[in-house]
């Protein structure tokens, strides 16, 4: 999605700042426009400010400085249950005496709406997780999937513009938290409503987003589609925190255009993509993800640069091999193979040869 102004934007942060003990920044200086329609995810470690940000656009939390604007008003003011937003947290956060139907049924009640136009809203919004056949349940005679579902149509039960979700697959386990991934993604372009999502999972974000929000240390480190983060991070912090990927250390020898030389710890000369590196002479990390780099011959890419490796571990996953090597004084450093028919098993102790292809090696900030 292309950028946008503030004036186009559907969810503003202007120059938002938030402190809890007035001193220390928790977010910083925060400008963040979300388009209409878009699903956009925050994501970073625990203490980045990501939730924080979240719960100020839900109005659980105010603002320090600075305004945070729902399509075009201003609503650090507006108490939460007048922003007519759905929220949907990870503790799910269900009634226990209700039923399902009960509770989908309070936040249209809350609303003034009658009882005719309530259930069929209900009956409507349990369709969509499908759900319908629960609705004389009680929270406690649902699994933890099943309490998940109810909490995301209560979000949608009252036809949102805009729905945050806060951690919301965190309590499941790892099979049907990859199975809700695609739900809510599908249920997203269904119904068109625009979506703000936190959480420190990098394969929930790249799964899910048109747009991702990297957060650390109060600030958006990159904003980007999942696809350009993982294939063109922009600092060190973003290329390890995305992802597996391998770090070699060196110093810039020289730069030419769209492309270096690095001059490896161990002394070997390899040839990068500079990224927030200006000067030879400076510090680099090159950053190389596991499943580009190969040690087939056949299979190096036109202009592959070649480094000498010993394999120190090979370890079967099914679907692919990982195997661990020592890389110019790197003893981590990462190889994803597919397993394949005929595959050439590597063995610990063996010397090999493994390459790239150097705009796959991007030479990164400290």
């Known amino acids: 999605m292309a950028s946008m102004g503030a004036g186009d934007a559907f969810v503003a942060f202007e120059h938002v700042q938030k402190s809890y003990d007035g001193v220390s920044l928790v977010v910083k200086d925060l400008n963040l426009s979300i388009g209409k329609g878009e699903f956009l995810t925050m994501l970073g470690p625990s203490g980045s400010g990501k939730t924080t940000c979240l719960m100020m656009l839900a109005g659980f939390e105010t603002a320090t400085h600075g305004e945070i604007r729902l399509d075009g008003r201003p609503i650090n003011q507006v108490p939460p249950h007048k922003r007519g937003i759905g929220m949907v947290f990870q503790n799910y956060a269900l009634f226990p005496h209700m039923t399902v139907g009960e509770n989908l049924s309070f936040p249209l009640e809350v609303r003034g709406m009658a009882k005719e136009a309530r259930e069929a809203k209900v009956k409507r919004a349990l369709g969509m997780v499908q759900m319908g056949d629960f609705i004389n349940r009680r929270p406690a005679q649902l699994s933890g999937g099943q309490q998940q579902r109810i909490a995301l149509a209560r979000a949608l039960v009252f036809d949102p513009a805009l729905v945050l979700m806060d951690e919301p697959l965190g309590a499941l386990d790892k099979q049907l938290r990859e199975h809700m991934q695609f739900e809510i993604k599908h249920l997203h372009e269904n119904l068109g409503i625009t979506v703000v999502y936190v959480t420190h999972d990098q394969g929930e974000a790249l799964t899910m987003s048109d747009r991702v929000a990297v957060f650390n240390d109060g600030r958006i480190q990159q904003l980007a589609s999942p696809q350009d983060l993982y294939e063109r991070p922009e600092n060190s912090f973003v290329a390890q925190f995305i992802g597996e990927?391998?770090?070699?250390?060196?110093?810039?020898?020289?730069?030419?255009?769209?492309?270096?030389?690095?001059?490896?710890?161990?002394?070997?000369?390899?040839?990068?993509?500079?990224?927030?590196?200006?000067?030879?002479?400076?510090?680099?990390?090159?950053?190389?993800?596991?499943?580009?780099?190969?040690?087939?011959?056949?299979?190096?890419?036109?202009?592959?640069?070649?480094?000498?490796?010993?394999?120190?571990e090979v370890i079967y996953m099914g679907d692919l091999w990982r195997t661990v090597l020592a890389v110019a004084g790197a003893d981590d450093f990462v190889m994803k193979s597919r397993n394949s028919q005929g595959q050439q098993v590597l063995v610990p102790g063996e010397k090999i040869r493994i390459g790239w292809a150097p705009a796959d090696a991007r030479a990164l900030d400290l």
Do not use: M
């Open 245 to 312: 990927n391998n770090k070699l250390r060196g110093r810039i020898e020289a730069i030419s255009g769209q492309g270096c030389k690095v001059r490896l710890a161990t002394g070997e000369l390899i040839d990068a993509t500079p990224v927030n590196v200006t000067e030879a002479g400076a510090e680099t990390v090159v950053s190389i993800r596991p499943e580009r780099v190969e040690f087939k011959a056949e299979l190096l890419p036109a202009g592959a640069q070649t480094i000498e490796a010993t394999v120190r």
